[in-house]
T-cell receptor, first 114, second 111 residues
Framework: AQKVTQAQTEISVVEKEDVTLDCVYE???????LFWYKQPPSGELVFLIR??????QNEISGRYSWNFQKSTSSFNFTITASQVVDSAVYFC???????????FGTGTSLTVIP | DVKVTQSSRYLVKRTGEKVFLECVQD?????MFWYRQDPGLGLRLIYF???????EKGDIPEGYSVSREKKERFSLILESASTNQTSMYLC??????????FGPGTRLTVT
């Protein structure tokens, strides 16, 4: 069965600290997509990254980086030098390549304290 | 830019009322989705549609129905609203090879 687990329900960090959000997934498919979304207090989900299961290269975008490890079925997200604007709920998701099904984790609520 | 719009940001309805939530996307996407989001439960799929007039049940379809008469529009219907349907409702669309694009959400309160 397809499943995404975000074990961290809430995290608080002090501004400028680094923080890693964990995501572990289960899938029977050999090819799939993985995603991270950010949901700020305004409510709209903002796409952050999509990763194809073929591509295990880590990715860095500014202060954000993602570590994809197929061997451990994990797709972790690190924010370096966190800022107050990073406070949000972050969702990890998995989809089939057909796009007919998306599976979301329960989200991690990140609070960055000034 | 892909745009997914939802008819209302906030809605208050009474128990037993019929409620329509409308979602429109402008990118000619085949697939559209309705989720509800509740604290601690993440996003749960209610229904999705992969083509006009086609629909598939998600994880929690009970108490809901959907309609997709045109490709760009996907409606969620609560036939008889109940208080346990108070929630945030999110619509999304998906085009091949890309991520899901989400609307701003409708916060529905049933009293």
């Amino acid at each position: 069965a397809q499943k995404v687990t975000q074990a961290q329900t809430e995290i608080s960090v002090v501004e400028k600290e680094d923080v890693t959000l964990d995501c572990v997934y289960e899938t029977r498919d050999t090819t799939y997509y993985l995603f991270w979304y950010k949901q700020p207090p305004s409510g709209e989900l903002v796409f952050l990254i999509r990763r194809n299961s073929f591509d295990e290269q880590n990715e860095i975008s500014g202060r954000y980086s993602w570590n994809f490890q197929k061997s451990t079925s994990s797709f972790n997200f690190t924010i370096t030098a966190s800022q107050v604007v990073d406070s949000a709920v972050y969702f990890c998701a998995l989809s089939e390549l057909t796009g007919n099904q998306f599976y979301f984790g329960t989200g991690t609520s990140l609070t960055v304290i000034p | 830019d892909v745009k997914v719009t939802q008819s209302s940001r906030y809605l208050v309805k009474r128990t037993g009322e019929k409620v329509f939530l409308e979602c429109v996307q402008d990118m000619d996407h085949e697939n559209m989705f309705w989720y509800r989001q509740d604290p601690g439960l993440g996003l749960r799929l209610i229904y999705f549609s992969y083509d006009v007039k086609m629909k598939e049940k998600g994880d929690i379809p009970e108490g809901y129905s959907v309609s997709r008469e045109k490709k760009e529009r996907f409606s969620l219907i609560l036939e008889s609203a109940s208080t346990n349907q108070t929630s945030m409702y999110l619509c999304a669309s998906w085009g091949e090879g890309y991520e899901q694009y989400f609307g701003p959400g409708t916060r529905l309160t049933v009293t």
